[in-house]
């Protein structure tokens, strides 16, 4: 079984801030974790993801999260905030199991970027 | 590349009648699809894995007769919403696979908001 944990349902930052969006996971095996980020009523756009090799891995708008696998972790930082950052951001996990892989998603943090 | 769309956008239908959603994968082919659902300011409730050629798997509580799945070929879903009710309003969004050892990924819709009147 696996699950991911994004404790607290919402993150307030100033423009041109630091963004540290904290995800924990569960899992069994070996995970492939995911951030997406949903623009409100729209899809969910990945904006990262880590499956295998480097830890540290580099996503779309200068977003950047690091596995650490002796801390289950997997936070999403941005070095400086924008206001068009603000949405609602996602965790999730995944095993590959081949056919029946599935993603466990975290509830979910909104990002408000202040001016 | 790896585009989702989605089809309708949003609809607003009677009580009592179906509704279909279509998901596309547009570049690339998609042996697996998914079908979430989403209430406001909650995370995505997965309803049930689309496989091109064979039934659809539903998670536990969702009704099968309810939602109907069709994969019909690698680059498109069908969700049918039968014999809609007003609790079925929701926003539900699909997502195909890009599957693989190191890129097994899903790529996301953009949704489509069911209003049932």
């Known amino acids: 079984a696996q699950s991911v944990t994004q404790l607290g349902s919402h993150v307030s930052v100033s423009e041109g801030a630091l963004v540290l969006l904290r995800c924990n996971y569960s899992?069994?095996?070996?995970?492939?974790l995911f951030w997406y980020v949903q623009y409100p009523n729209q899809g969910l756009q990945l904006l990262l993801k880590y499956t295998t090799g480097a830890t540290l891995v580099k996503g779309i708008n200068g977003f950047e999260a690091e596995f650490k696998k002796s801390e289950t972790s997997f936070h999403l930082t941005k070095p400086s905030a924008h206001m068009s950052d603000a949405a609602e951001y996602f965790c999730a996990v995944s095993t590959y199991t081949g056919a029946n892989s599935k993603l466990t998603f975290g509830k979910g943090i909104t990002l408000s970027v202040r001016p | 590349g790896a585009v989702v769309s989605q089809h309708p956008s949003w609809v607003i239908c009677k009580s009592g009648t179906s509704v279909k959603i279509e998901c596309r994968s547009l570049?690339?082919?998609?042996?697996?699809m998914f079908w979430y659902r989403q209430f406001p300011k909650q995370s995505l409730m997965l309803m049930a894995t689309?496989?091109?050629?064979?039934?659809?798997?539903?998670e536990q509580g969702v009704e099968k007769d309810k939602f109907l799945i069709n994969h019909a070929s690698l680059t498109l879903s069908t969700l049918t919403v039968t014999s809609a009710h007003p609790e079925d309003s929701s926003f539900y969004i699909c997502s195909a696979r890009l599957a693989g050892v190191s890129t097994d990924t899903q790529y996301f819709g953009p949704g489509t908001r069911l209003t049932v009147l």
């Open positions: 689309s496989n091109e050629g064979s039934k659809a798997t539903y």
């Open positions: 899992s069994s095996v070996p995970p492939y």
């Open positions: 570049d690339f082919q998609a042996t697996t």
